[in-house]
Structures are given as structure tokens and as C-alpha cells.
């Protein structure tokens, strides 16, 4: 397996605009986390999914974020307007269903919003 | 993955020398710890894990030790190698037993091997 992919590695893009980041998780782990990393903050969770439904968005900071996971091989977080300070590593994460298990993290889209 | 925070703390060791980078989490009912380590410009990748039930857990070249009545956890890892340059993270799996596998991570620790 070539481990959870995700797209665009690197982003940049105007305030306002819409941004789309894609994750594809590995095959048969049914978790899929988005997670967000900042200098100021470390990495913080946005969102999980469990079996594609949508399980805990508490760490969604408002409403300009949203996330959707249609298929189990296919998530997007998208940002509608973006802001400079959504300026940070996004990591799409799975892990599978059993237990505790380790997440394993994709490589991560360095967003830039200027 | 960049550089978490301006003021992470750093740990610099002799190349061949032991390594011990700690951690204090937060919630006693967690029941299952994990150790990542992130590289400049990569995701965290997997280390090392421990459940609750346990007090140590050896890997090759790096052990996890817990201790739950101070909510500590530490990582050790065996005669250091300029490749384990990188930052290091603690996670805990809170709240326990949830619908998922959340994990909640630490600041993070920057491991420099000096060589």
C-alpha cells in the first residue's frame, strides 16, 4: 500500500478564495482524521470520520470549514473564503478499526493564504 | 510537517549516546499512549505504542516507559543516529475507548544528534 495519500502538497492561494485539500486514506481503515499543524498550536484535530460518517467536527474551527468523506477512499477539507490565518500543514490521517491503533499520516499540504 | 512551535524543546545528544525525551499527559483515564517522530517536511510516522496496562514497551533501539501515577511518558532510544534527528511527539488516545481513535498530541521535543 502507498500508505494515505493527499493532495496538493503545497498550496498557496488569495484571501477569499476556495481551497480544496484531498486525502485518500489506506485501503481498508475504516478512521479517516484531518488534522492541522501550526507553529503556535502543534497539531490539532479537526474532524473524523468513522465508516465515511462524519463522528466528531468539534475541533472545526467555524464555519468556513467543512469536510466530507463520499467513498471510503476519498476524503476532501475545503475552506470557503480562505484566510490568511488558515495558513498551516494540513495531515489527513487513517487507522484501522480494531482497538487502539496508531494513525498513519500522509505527507501533509502545506497551505499558504496570502 | 514544519517546525512545531518557536519555542519547542530541544534535546541535542552525541551521536552514539542514549537519548531519553519525556512527556506529561494530560488525562488519567487515557488508556493507550504512542510515540510519532516527524521529519522536516514529512508527516509523523509511527514509532512506538503502549497501552495502559503496561509499564514498558521495548522496540528495536527504543523503549517507551510509563508511568501513569505522575502521567509521564518517556521515550528512549539506544545509541542515537544522526538519522533519528527529527521532532518527537506524544500522543494519548482521550477520551478513552471513544468511537474512534482520537489522539490528542503533546508540543513536541526536537531530538538533535550531533555528529
Known amino acids: 500500500d502507498a500508505g494515505v495519500i493527499q493532495s496538493p502538497r503545497h498550496e498557496v492561494t488569495e484571501m477569499g478564495q476556495e481551497v480544496t485539500l484531498r486525502c485518500k486514506p489506506i485501503?481498508?481503515?475504516?478512521?479517516l482524521f484531518w488534522y492541522r499543524q501550526t507553529m503556535m498550536r502543534g497539531l490539532e484535530l479537526l474532524i473524523y470520520?468513522?465508516?465515511?460518517?462524519?463522528?466528531?467536527d468539534s475541533g472545526m474551527p467555524e464555519d468556513r470549514f467543512s469536510a466530507k468523506m463520499p467513498n471510503a477512499s476519498f476524503s476532501t477539507l475545503k475552506i470557503q473564503p480562505s484566510e490568511p490565518r488558515d495558513s498551516a500543514v494540513y495531515f489527513c490521517?487513517?487507522?484501522?478499526?480494531?482497538?487502539?491503533?496508531?494513525?498513519?499520516f500522509g505527507q501533509g499540504t502545506r497551505l499558504t493564504v496570502v | 510537517g514544519e517546525s512545531v512551535g518557536l519555542h519547542l524543546p530541544t534535546l541535542s545528544v552525541q551521536e552514539g549516546d542514549n537519548s531519553i525525551i519525556n512527556c506529561a499527559y494530560s488525562?488519567?483515564?487515557?488508556?493507550?499512549f504512542i510515540w510519532y517522530k516527524q521529519e522536516s517536511g514529512k508527516g509523523p510516522q509511527f514509532i512506538i505504542d503502549i497501552r495502559s496496562n503496561m509499564d514498558k514497551r521495548q522496540g528495536q533501539r527504543v523503549t517507551v516507559l510509563l508511568n501513569k501515577t505522575v502521567k509521564h511518558l518517556s521515550l528512549q532510544i539506544a545509541a542515537t543516529q544522526p538519522g533519528d534527528s527529527a521532532v518527537y511527539f506524544c500522543?494519548?488516545?482521550?477520551?478513552?475507548?471513544?468511537?474512534?481513535?482520537?489522539?490528542?498530541f503533546g508540543g513536541g521535543t526536537r531530538l538533535m544528534v550531533k555528529p
Open positions: 490521517a487513517s487507522s484501522l478499526k480494531q482497538g487502539n491503533t496508531e494513525a498513519f
Open positions: 488525562n488519567s483515564a487515557s488508556d493507550y
Open positions: 485501503s481498508g481503515h475504516d478512521y
Open positions: 470520520f468513522n465508516n465515511n460518517v462524519p463522528i466528531d
Open positions: 500522543a494519548e488516545n482521550y477520551p478513552p475507548n471513544n468511537a474512534g481513535n482520537m489522539l490528542t
